[in-house]
């Protein structure tokens, strides 16, 4: 009797779930997460929807780069390039590097094993049901977060890339897509981009005429700026 009602409870649940989902509904999309350093571009990607995203994992990414500006002149042709085709590491290459590290072992396990369960500590029936039901869910969330962590984990995964052919007071347009050749489905999921722009470093003013008047525990500091 208590086995019959506990699956009820699960059923209802999942319908109210599968309600809201049906009325919230949208096209998944690839977001792009672009970080301009002193002399490279970091580029991060995700898909934002758990089922998407296991399925996007088999097909891959494409990376372009558009050269929109170059030293503060529009180019009439952007200049297209493509940075390269990313799936996840073969699970060879995982194993080289999961028993030292804790971020890589979460992805690979989200990716590659049989199972997925999260321990919360004592927990009743119940609970271990809506668990089983969430996997992709957990997966997901635990995959993104580790790789959100360690960015060479983010690298091995296919969800990374660090540029390094970049010119200063240059800008640039990334856009990330699934892989065409793969997408045999036709699995429809938005392409992510993102603007980039390296300026030239600006020297710093250095302090000319510096003086410190001494009082009672305190000390003003004054100077000039060239």
């Known amino acids: ?7 009820a409870v699960v059923v209802l649940i999942s319908g109210i779930a599968f309600s809201q989902n049906k009325e919230e509904q949208r096209e998944p999309h690839i977001r792009l997460k672009v970080e301009s350093k002193q002399d490279r571009v970091l580029l991060r990607w995700a898909v934002d929807e758990p089922v998407a995203w296991q399925k996007a994992n088999k097909i891959g990414f494409v990376l372009k780069r558009y050269t929109l500006m170059r030293d503060g002149k529009l180019l ?9 085709v990313f799936q996840p590491a073969s699970e060879e290459k995982w194993k080289a590097i ?3 590290n804790n971020n890589a072992a979460i992805v690979a396990q989200s990716m590659f094993g049989e199972s997925f369960e999260v321990e919360m500590g004592n927990q009743g029936e119940l609970q271990n049901i809506i668990n089983k039901s969430q996997e992709i ?3 997901f969330a635990y995959a993104l977060m580790a790789a959100d962590l360690d960015f ?3 690298q091995l995964a296919g969800w990374g890339y660090v540029d390094t052919d970049v010119e200063p007071d240059v800008r640039y347009v990334y856009t990330v897509k699934l892989n065409p050749k793969n997408n045999t489905k036709s699995l429809q999921i938005e392409k992510g981009s993102g603007i980039a722009e390296l300026s030239k470093e600006w020297e710093l003013p250095k302090p000319l005429d510096f003086i410190g008047i001494f009082k009672d525990q305190a000390v003003t500091l004054t100077c000039s700026m060239r």
């Open 1 to 7: 009797m208590i086995r019959k009602y506990i699956l």
């Open 152 to 154: 060479e984990v983010a």
């Open 98 to 100: 999961i028993e030292t």
């Open 137 to 139: 869910e957990q997966r």
């Open 76 to 84: 009439e042709n952007p200049e297209e390039k493509k940075l390269g």
